[in-house]
């Protein structure tokens, strides 16, 4: 047999990867983007969205764990929890591990995503029909100017900060953010790689420094994505981030309290990152 693989078309970053596949399980085409889904032999199942793999089977638990249990553990109280992008259920299967969460609210404006999800991709999209869910197929950039004082945590899964969510890393947005977090809200968003995308994260930093009071940064090693070192930024009313606010008690693979305060980077290191004229 002929050996199939899928390359990857990643316009942002200088190296592509190249996935072996057994099976391409779905193909097709939303109002907003390509969506594929390919079975590979070491990684499993793989969503593909614009020709760049968004997660898979074998490894997703590693993003979708430090996404959702940071800003969750780092706050005292998380009730209420905002979720834009995420359609592949990851970030909010995590979520709701939390038993303090009454109500997430998933905001994906490609329904598409979430069925092609729930279809080929159960053990990340199983938490859709918890009755603390609220699923809404809308902008989320439009969604949050409505809302004020509203979410304890905010969490942004979107795709890369370029194209049409880019607008989901400028000043503007982080400003609707901050007003729809309560007085001790919590933001992070994913800023992309150190190696690859500093200036992401650099510009990302920059703005949410001239709105929310405590902003960090804490990263994280994934396998699928290119530069592998992978960066979280975070904008906080009140809290430092860097500690657990409760005793971790969520079932994770990887998530604890101890990889909780070792994915923020020593801040003498955070702080020479930041400096326009520092280079690897």
Partial sequence: MMDVFFMERDPYAPIRHCYPVDKVLYKGKSPYQEIM??????????LVLDGVAQCDEKYEFIYHEFMAHVPLYAHPNPETVLIIGGGDGGVLREVLKHPEVKRAVLVDIDKEVIEVSKKFLPTMACAFDDP?????NEDGYKYIQDYENEF????????DPVGFAHVLTTEEFFRYVYRALKEDGIYVGQTESIYYHIEIVRRVQKALRKVFPVVDLYTVVIPGYAGY????????????VREPKREVKVQTKLYSDEMHRHAFLPMGFYQKLLREDFKF
């Avoid at 889904?37 to 793989?46: C, R």
């Avoid at 603390?132 to 809404?136: H, K, P, S």
């Fill in 229 to 240: 070192w992978w960066t979280i930024s975070v904008g906080s009313k009140k809290y430092d």
């Fill in 132 to 136: 603390r869910v609220i699923v809404l």
């Fill in 152 to 159: 304890d945590v905010i969490i942004v899964d979107s795709t």
């Fill in 37 to 46: 889904v390919i079975e590979s032999p070491h990684f499993g199942k793989v």
